[in-house]
């Protein structure tokens, strides 16, 4: 290292010594200086100064790559905690989990030492991103969006610009501080070389000047970091100046030749430990301690006999040649994985291709195929780095090839939302014709017109969700409202739901008088009993049917200061609906209860299915993330619920048995009746 700084210098110094011109002391401190009787300098300095001739340009960016990384740590000692923090895989990681790991660095690391963890993260981030905002833009757009209107308010990127900007502003408030000290370092180096440049030639006693050699030495070795920018310039100045110092001290040999001796002793050891490391199974670990040894090389020791120079310094630079082949061929293989990795990639683009050319024309099977290409693309980042030269390509590969699919994806929503409205449409009209007829007293002539508008509901398809629950009780409203009308005429049972109605609405009124004491056992039986008051009074008028929100809405709040679970609460008012059901005797209804439990329950399977799945997108997210909690909590909710359909549904085939088995006595005795006669 010493051998290639010095030519350098020469060059500098024999151009000042042209010009002849003064320069300011950090000037001439920073652009060496030979001094002008060269025939001080022997051809064996000259040798150890210049490089030889068969170093080549991977030796000269190993050198530069050692003195780079010296100059970055000798700045601030704990820039070297950077070589020991883990470099994960950063491209193998969803958003969630790159904000999670940039946080954990700012908030438990030295700032100065994640740099380039930092710079990882930011940039898989925002390519996650912009993938990301993308798709939600070309799903803004199919869903009938003007591009310029786009606006996506997204909680993850706010995180990561709060927890970047976190990080920005240490590393500033370090650089400003550090940046005074490193600078006054800098002069006071600057300084020594201009006093180590005066001992040369001086006319005074030889052990005086050599003592003085020594205490600017020390001096130097205290000063402290100064900015990288200079680190290698400065070294290379003193080391020059100082080897000038050792020439001119050969007037007193003995004094040189003892330093000469203990620097020789001590590069030796440098050079069997950089020899040793050749058998290190770790590169990593071996290249780093061959930075440290050479950071020595430079710092610690100083210059060797003329005639030893180019020996010792020719095995230091053959260790580092060696290690510095073996990092090249480790790094083959590595290519050679990363090939592999870029041919599976490519495998997994062309994967997603098929299915971007292949988009099916239904939900189920769009659904189905939507999971592929998430699994297809959790596998892209889970597959490793490919070559650098093809890295871009491959990014630009992978996006457009989903980028295709989802807007085929899109667009066949676009259309199915099309046809749902084209749906909703005809439903409106058979609404207001239902309404207009709701209040007709021409039953005869009626009543077929509100069946067959009834059954031509029914062939029409979906309407979007969001109207389709309002659209169909106002639906059901107008026809329930019909037929209660009708059926309130042909039905002297009518008078009978009054009085039912009058019975509930003193049952109410005793709940509502009635307030829960200290036996717990006791209240609880007194609100059962209610609820089973209730259940016996049967059916009353449509039009009263609000009153059964407000026994219910008393009898949950009961309940749950009584300490019932909800479940248990739902079924136990769930009885009156069963027993609604059994009375009413009519396979219809109850064949319609049961189509709309089931559906409940496919519905929160659905849910629970989607919420587990979007729980795998925060693979190594922390269990304190609040998305992954909110995500839990959800999924533990739709549990409950399904628990609860599960246990109505289970309720209402006890029921329909029971019916069934009574039907069939009856039969059986009718039978009977019949072989007796």
């Known amino acids: 290292m010493e051998e290639k700084d010095h030519k350098l210098q020469d060059a500098a110094g024999e151009q000042e010594h042209k010009e002849n011109e003064p320069k300011d002391s950090e000037k001439q401190a920073l652009d060496p200086l030979v001094e002008e009787k060269k025939t001080d300098q022997s051809e064996d300095e000259e040798t150890e100064m210049a490089p030889t001739a068969e170093e080549s340009e991977n030796d000269k960016d190993v ?20 070589h020991h923090i883990p470099f994960l895989d950063y491209h193998s990681m969803p958003m969630e989990n790159l904000v999670g790991e940039l946080q954990r660095l700012v908030r438990n690391e030295k700032v100065q030492a994640i740099n380039k963890h930092v710079n990882s993260i930011k940039y898989e981030f925002d390519q996650k991103y912009q993938e990301f905002i993308e798709h939600k833009k070309e799903e803004f757009v199919a869903n009938g969006g003007n591009e310029i209107d786009f606006r996506y308010n997204s909680v993850t990127k706010r995180q990561f610009n709060e927890v970047y900007g976190e990080y920005r502003e240490k590393r500033d408030h370090y650089y400003k501080n550090l940046e005074k000290t490193l600078k006054e370092n800098l002069d006071k180096r600057l300084a020594i070389i201009e006093q180590l440049k005066g ?45 000038i110092f050792y020439d001119f001290l050969h007037l007193n040999r003995e004094l040189r030749d003892l330093d000469f001796r203990h620097n020789l002793e001590e590069k030796q050891k440098l050079v069997e430990r950089a020899e040793a490391l050749l058998t290190e199974t770790d590169l990593g670990k071996a290249f780093r301690e061959l930075q440290t040894l ?16 180019e020996e010792v310094w020719e095995r230091f630079s053959n260790a580092t040649k060696a290690l510095h082949l073996r990092r090249q061929e480790f790094n083959k293989e590595l290519e050679k994985q990363f090939e592999k990795n870029l041919e ?48 871009n390509a491959t990014w630009t590969a992978f996006k457009e090839a989903v980028r295709a699919f989802n807007r085929k994806k899109n667009q066949f929503y676009k259309d199915l939302k099309k046809g749902q409205h084209e749906n909703l449409e005809k439903k409106k009209a058979l609404l207001a014709l239902a309404v207009s007829l709701k209040d007709s007293e021409d039953f005869e002539s009626t009543t077929p017109e509100m069946k067959r508008i009834q059954a031509e509901w029914k062939k029409i398809g979906h309407v979007p969700r969001k109207y389709s629950d309002k659209i169909w009780n106002e639906f059901k409203e107008a026809c329930n409202h019909y037929f209660d009308r009708m059926h309130s005429r042909r039905n002297a049972a009518h008078k009978v739901e009054y009085e039912n109605y009058e019975k509930k609405n003193a049952c109410l009124n005793r709940l509502k008088a009635f307030t829960l004491g200290k036996d717990k056992e006791k209240d609880l039986q007194t609100v059962k009993d209610f ?51 059994a009375r009413a005797d009519s396979n219809r209804a109850i064949a319609n209860e049961r189509t709309f439990i089931k559906r409940k329950i496919n519905d929160a399977k659905n849910e629970i299915r989607q919420l587990e799945n979007n729980l795998q997108f925060f693979s190594g997210a922390s269990e304190d993330n609040p998305l992954v909690q909110e995500v839990v909590k959800n999924i533990e909710r739709h549990k409950e619920t399904l628990s609860t359909w599960k246990a109505k549904l289970k309720k209402l085939n006890v029921m329909e048995n029971r019916l069934s088995k009574e039907a069939d006595d009856e039969n059986d005795s009718a039978n009977g009746s019949d072989e007796e006669e």
């Open 531 to 581: 609820v089973e008051e209730w259940k016996g009074y049967g059916r009353i008028p449509y039009n009263k049917k609000h009153i059964n929100g407000k026994f219910n809405k008393i009898i949950d709040a009961l309940l749950k200061k009584l300490g019932v679970d909800r479940q248990e609460a739902e079924l136990m008012k769930y009885g009156n609906k069963i027993q609604q059901l």
């Open 344 to 391: 599976t990639k490519n495998g997994l683009i062309a994967s997603i291709t098929v299915l971007s050319e292949n988009v099916a024309d239904s939900h189920r099977v769009i659904q189905q195929q939507i999971k592929e290409v998430e699994g297809l693309r959790d596998a892209f980042f889970k597959a490793g780095k490919v070559p650098q030269k093809s890295s």
């Open 199 to 243: 001992l040369v030639n001086v006319e005074e006693d030889m052990n005086t000047t050599y003592k003085n050699f020594k205490e600017l030495q020390e001096q130097w070795r205290n000063v402290g970091p100064i900015p990288r920018s200079n680190y290698n310039d400065v070294w290379r100045t003193y080391h020059h100046h100082t080897e």
């Open 294 to 309: 050479h950071k020595i090389w430079k710092e610690d020791i100083g210059p060797v006999a003329k005639e030893h120079r």
């Open 63 to 82: 050198q530069e790559e050692i003195d780079e990384e010296n100059a970055e740590d000798a700045e601030d000692k704990e820039n070297e905690k950077r």
